[in-house]
């Protein structure tokens, strides 16, 4: 996936210094720079690449636009124009990140050369009006840390609405009869979000299997791949039966354009494969192809935004809420039959026998410790909402499939989120805090965000730069 492209519209207004403002145009240019940023500039729109008429506004947005832009930076370099931020922004139609550099001593006379402060007061108010929601990054200078961590978590936000806007999701199979807990509303996802739906039969899946394994050179290649990085204690036969089932759902994933999966992955595919294919689905998400569980969609739709929120390439892994920890009174087992990718495994992975199935097919490994964001995007009754907060992988039994015991701050209460709803058993960890941008994300994409602990007033402290 490219990387996010932002939409750079510094903006002035006329009654303060224009050369002062063109300073900071330029200085705010070159620090994106430094940060890496890719953005689209407006220094050929007009002499002082900047925001202040209309005439110059309707040619900034044919640019963007034809740019394909992921978010638009308002960056006031004195004032600004507060209504032609306003209406850049909502016709756009992306996320917006409002900032300006700290204003300066005022001159011995008194004079003052730029009132950025009061101009983001003024912008925040018209944005508002217009009911364009926003992201605000505190006043601030360029070389502050606040800033380049303000940057680099909107870019993580424009990438969550991105992935948001363009999900489609290979349902393999229809759900297992006895899960009705992963009932979703196809119509209704695609009304409210654009979620699509790509629903294949399982025969389709395993005609792409017996495709796989016929074609012989990309089934061999994984076959040798998970030699090289996994314990197999499955024979050949059923290894080269999880390498085809590989092979065909990334097949199946490129034919309709999807970006992650949703398998029914008991019982009718272990009568045709005679294996589980959760080996299989851990080597896609191992790819960044999240393959997930018992046909849970809204499960899948999580597994993209927490990558997505990542943004650096870190993994995901779908787990279910099993058992509390039989020693620490807040400790919680997350375990599925062994779906989760290789790079989350604390130890070498074994290709082996699952949790209550007698077909092989799964992974067994601990997954690392450390700390770990817990998600789950679900609805019911029209009301969707997106399940958030905080665990710490620690030490506990040992464990069957892939697992990890974690350890929340009140474990009673979030027992309480899940029993209550709209949520199941089923959640989506990641093994990095991305808890803020998920949170700032949801006020683009119409997702009320849920907080499993009373940390609200932390995380807009985080977005106000007063906390690392």
């Known amino acids: 996936m490219r990387p996010i492209k932002l939409a750079y519209a510094p903006t ?4 303060f210094s224009a050369p002062d403002a063109v300073k900071y145009r330029n200085l705010t240019a070159q620090r994106l720079r430094e940060l890496g940023v890719d953005f689209v500039d407006i220094d050929d729109i007009n002499e002082e690449g900047l925001l202040y008429s209309e005439e110059d506004r309707l040619k900034m947005l044919a640019k963007f636009r034809a ?25 756009l139609g992306v996320p917006v990140l409002l900032w300006g550099p700290l204003d300066e001593r005022p001159e011995p006379d008194g004079t003052r050369l730029r009132d950025t402060q009061c101009g983001l007061f003024a ?11 926003f992201t605000y990054l505190t006043n601030c200078r360029l070389t502050d840390p606040v800033f380049a961590r303000g940057i680099k978590d909107f870019l993580a936000v424009c990438n969550v609405v991105r992935t948001f806007k363009k999900i489609r999701i290979l349902q393999i199979g229809p759900r297992p009869f006895d899960f009705w807990s992963t009932i979703c509303n196809e119509g209704e996802l695609l009304e409210r979000f654009g979620v699509e739906l790509a629903p294949v039969p399982l025969p389709e899946l395993t005609a792409q299997v017996k495709k796989a394994i016929a074609d012989g050179t990309e089934v061999e290649e994984t076959m040798a791949y998970c030699r090289e990085k996994m314990e197999v204690e499955v024979t050949d036969d059923q290894l080269r039966n999880i390498a085809g089932l590989a092979v065909a759902m990334r097949r199946l994933i490129a034919k309709y354009h999807c970006q992650a999966g949703a398998i029914q992955c008991w019982n009718a595919l272990q009568g045709e494969l005679g294996i589980m294919p959760c080996a299989a689905n851990a080597l896609l998400n191992d790819e960044g192809i999240p393959i997930v569980c018992e046909t849970d969609i809204h499960g899948a739709i999580t597994a993209l935004l927490v990558e997505a929120a990542a943004n650096d390439g870190t993994r995901g892994f779908f787990a279910d809420w099993t058992i509390r920890h039989p020693d620490e009174p807040n400790g919680e087992l997350l375990q599925h039959c062994g779906p989760w990718p290789l790079s989350v495994a604390g130890c070498r992975p074994r290709i ?14 601990e997954a690392k410790h450390g700390q770990v964001t817990l998600a789950r995007f ?3 009754n ?14 506990g039994p040992k464990g069957m499939g892939t697992y990890l015991w974690v350890k929340v701050d009140n474990i009673k209460r979030l027992e309480a989120k899940l029993v209550e709803g709209p949520y199941i058993h089923h959640c989506v960890g990641i093994h990095k805090d991305v808890v803020p941008v998920l949170y700032e994300a949801c006020k683009y994409i119409g997702v009320q965000p849920d907080l499993y602990d009373p940390v609200e007033e932390q995380i807009k402290a985080y977005w106000r730069g007063e906390t690392e």
């Not at 082996?352 to 490994?365: I, S």
């Open 12 to 15: 002035r207004r006329s009654i």
């Open 67 to 91: 740019a394909g832009v992921d978010g638009l930076l308002l960056a006031h370099c004195n004032f600004g124009t507060e209504y032609l931020c306003a209406r850049l922004a909502k016709d």
């Open 123 to 133: 912008t925040g108010k018209v944005l508002r009006r217009f009911g364009v929601p």
């Open 352 to 365: 082996t026998y699952p949790l209550a199935f007698d077909c092989p097919g799964a992974l067994t490994a």
């Open 378 to 380: 679900d609805g019911d």
């Open 382 to 395: 029209g009301r969707y909402s997106l399940l958030l907060g905080n665990a710490e992988g620690v030490d």
